[in-house]
């Protein structure tokens, strides 16, 4: 699998507990933010969007939320299960531009 | 639907040597994208097809790298002369006419090492 790097942030949770996954962004005229998963090997998975007109969007078992006030982002997972450890990016889009702008990534570890 | 191939999984190439990485989108997405990943820091962006042509090519690191996409279908990266700095994984997306982040599809990525 892919080679993350040492300096990622990491966090470490116990199988059933609730995880939280934090992001800066940067440019306040971004209008649209996504959360993707990364399993080793693999490829960004999409598992959570939300627009700025809104501070709250949950999925199944995860929940986003954003605060545009202090540019920031997070993910919540409930329940967290040994198949959630990833890399979790959040990612911004700004206006009509298709172009993606990604955090550095938090690595999720789950303890059994 | 079938998903975004890319070929080769891995390639470990000398400095100086040339390399061709190769995506394959899905049928029917008109967007293609290519992103990297240096050093286990932030997936970057690189740059976006529209079927054939270059939309937004602003974030190609330098005139060591070179996208084609000729017919619009599937597309290459090429880096000539590979440097160890391009050491990192390559990932292409792609998306269907009209949509963004929400549509993108990923592949698994290129792995490039540079020795």
């Known amino acids: 699998g892919e080679s993350v790097g040492l300096h990622l942030p990491t966090l470490s949770v116990q199988e059933g507990d609730n995880s939280i996954i934090n992001c800066a962004y940067s440019n306040s005229a971004s209008d649209y933010f996504i959360w993707y998963k990364q399993e080793s090997g693999k490829g960004p998975q999409f598992i959570i969007d939300?627009?700025?007109?809104?501070d709250k969007r949950q999925g199944q078992r995860v929940t986003v939320l954003l605060n545009k006030t202090v540019k920031h982002l997070s993910l919540q997972i409930a329940a967290t299960q040994p198949g959630d450890s990833a890399v979790y990016f959040c990612?911004?889009?700004?206006?009509?531009?298709?172009?993606?702008?990604f955090g550095s990534g938090t690595r999720l570890l789950v303890r059994p | 639907e079938a998903g975004v191939t890319q070929f080769p999984s891995h390639s470990v190439i000398e400095k100086g040597q040339t390399v061709t990485l190769r995506c394959d989108p899905i049928?029917?997405?008109?967007?293609l994208y290519w992103y990297r990943r240096v050093m286990g820091k932030e997936i970057k962006f690189l740059l976006h097809f529209v079927k054939e042509s270059k939309q937004d090519e602003s974030g190609m690191p330098n005139n060591r790298f070179l996208a084609e996409r000729t017919g619009g279908t599937y597309s290459t990266l090429k880096v000539q002369p590979a440097e160890l700095e391009d050491s990192g994984v390559y990932f292409c997306?792609?998306?269907?006419?009209?949509?963004?982040?929400?549509?993108?599809?990923f592949g698994s990525g290129t792995r490039l090492t540079v020795v």
């Open positions: 049928s029917g997405h008109d967007n």
């Open positions: 997306a792609s998306s269907r006419p009209g949509t963004g982040g929400n549509g993108y599809t």
């Open positions: 990612a911004e889009n700004r206006g009509s531009s298709y172009k993606l702008i």
């Open positions: 939300i627009r700025s007109n809104m």
